[in-house]
């Protein structure tokens, strides 16, 4: 079963439940999604378009209401939370904005005469499995863009994020979305398994684990739908001589400790050439110890709680192998001593193969240290992890930069600035960091038919 509940993870005290869809629910939504996707295939662009840039101005308008559920459904700092809002109003009205443009015929150069041309248009029902550490931004980057491609919307959220999937929900319908072309689901996992393999939806789209991606993608393999995932990370921040390094150190810290160190992209493997290795470490450990978790409600709080009790757990333990196998821990390293799910920001050095934390996504607040003596070790340590999502360079030399930029086996290289997000930005990894692009015009992309119409004459 899949328990659909917001469990405070500043108190650990479960606030309210939700019951799970019922199977005739699931197939009452199949149905109006279907019957949705068909009445909109048609529909005008520039009426897609309207309701996005009205989605848009709800969020903007709801943008304290909406931040405090996230806040309480797992511990976004409200400051961040309200971020969140803005970045996601953003992504909306981009598309509203820039959607019809994309949605332009493609001429083609035909050799043999007449005319050709590709044409994008929507291909049915999409399901979205979203995760909980953003809760609002994961959905808009997924349903913006296939919305206004025409494709229509079930989405089954984090069982810790009921009540901001329902708001989002509303959301749509308060916007005028047509009936049916947004649908929240309280699915569990069967129930899942069963929509992926229903001939009306067309594809699926992941953000989430590993493990989940993996899950997702044989079942939709075995149905023939194309899927799109965003799964895990483990971002280099590599520092190569920055004009500043009190600049590179801060630029990290906010990189890697945001939403208390739960981001795919967060800067999670800090790795500095050796002759600034030392003075760089001090000061990012002293900006590191500096910062005291505290209630997500304040506005002045930066790190709250982390999501979850299991979240906690699952920290600790990667962090206690670390150390058991000589690890050296400069701040941090164990539980906030209060009720909820707290930890400690932490910094470790000495990390090495063989650890859990070398080769493991750490989701959470724990930045890792490497000391390299040249550009080529930095590149290598780089690249020596099962993901490729992004990285971040800090170095005063740009052509340098760009130079490492292209040995790195990533998505998304960010020089002198950490790995963020845009509207315009397309997102997304290599390796097992998934498959498929989000944001920008790459995001209408992924679940667009590209029909060719050709006219010999």
Request: proline residues 5%; glycine residues 10%; charged residues 25%.
């Amino acid at each position: 079963m899949t328990a659909y509940k917001v469990v405070n993870p500043a108190t650990g005290v479960t606030e309210r439940e939700y019951p799970e869809a019922t199977d005739a629910e699931i197939q009452d939504a199949l149905d109006r999604s279907h019957r949705a996707f068909l009445a909109r295939r048609d529909s005008e662009v520039k009426d897609r378009a309207a309701v996005l840039e009205r989605v848009a101005a709800l969020y903007t308008e709801r943008k304290e209401e909406l931040a405090a559920i996230i806040t309480r459904e797992m511990g976004k700092p409200v400051a961040q939370a309200r971020g969140e809002i803005d970045i996601v109003a953003s992504i909306y009205r981009y598309y509203a904005k820039n959607g019809p443009g994309f949605l332009k015929d493609e001429e083609l150069d035909v050799v043999a005469g007449g005319s050709a041309v590709v044409r994008k248009e929507g291909i049915g029902p999409l399901l979205g499995i979203m995760p909980w550490n953003f809760p609002y931004y994961q959905v808009a980057r997924f349903a913006a863009p296939n919305l206004m491609l025409g494709n229509t919307i079930l989405l089954k959220h984090a069982p810790q994020c009921p009540e901001s999937a329902l708001a989002m929900e509303k959301v749509f319908q308060d916007a005028g979305l047509a009936e049916g072309a947004y649908i929240n689901l309280f699915a569990s996992n069967e129930q899942v398994s069963d929509i992926i393999a229903d001939p009306r939806v067309q594809g699926v789209s992941l953000t989430g684990s590993e493990r989940a991606g993996a899950a997702v993608a044989e079942q939709a393999g075995r149905h023939l739908k194309k899927v799109v995932l965003e799964l895990g990370g483990s971002d280099p921040f590599l520092v190569l001589e920055p004009a500043s390094l009190d600049r590179a150190v801060k630029t990290a810290f906010v990189g890697r400790f945001g939403n208390a160190g739960q981001a795919c992209n967060a800067a999670k493997r800090i790795i500095v050439l050796a002759d600034q290795y030392e003075e760089f470490t001090a000061k990012f450990a002293e900006t590191v110890k500096a910062v005291t978790p505290g209630d997500p409600g304040d506005p002045e709080t930066f790190m709250g709680p982390l999501s979850s009790e299991q979240a906690v757990r699952n920290l600790a333990a990667q962090i206690e192998d670390a150390v058991e196998n000589g690890a050296t821990v400069l701040t941090g390293g164990k539980r906030v001593d209060r009720a909820g799910a707290w930890y400690e920001p932490t910094v470790l050095t000495g990390v090495r193969p063989g650890m859990r934390a070398f080769q493991e996504e750490l989701f959470g607040p724990a930045a890792v240290i490497y000391k390299v003596d040249t550009e080529e070790e930095a590149v290598a340590l780089a690249n020596n992890t099962p993901y490729g999502l992004g990285a971040s360079i800090a170095a005063a030399d740009e052509e340098r930069a760009l130079r490492v930029a292209e040995q790195l086996d990533t998505g998304m290289v960010y020089i002198n600035e950490a790995g963020g997000t845009a509207a315009e930005l397309p997102f997304g990894g290599v390796k097992r960091s998934g498959i498929g692009r989000e944001l920008g015009k790459y995001g209408m992309e992924e679940f667009a038919n590209k029909k060719l119409v050709r006219v010999k004459r």
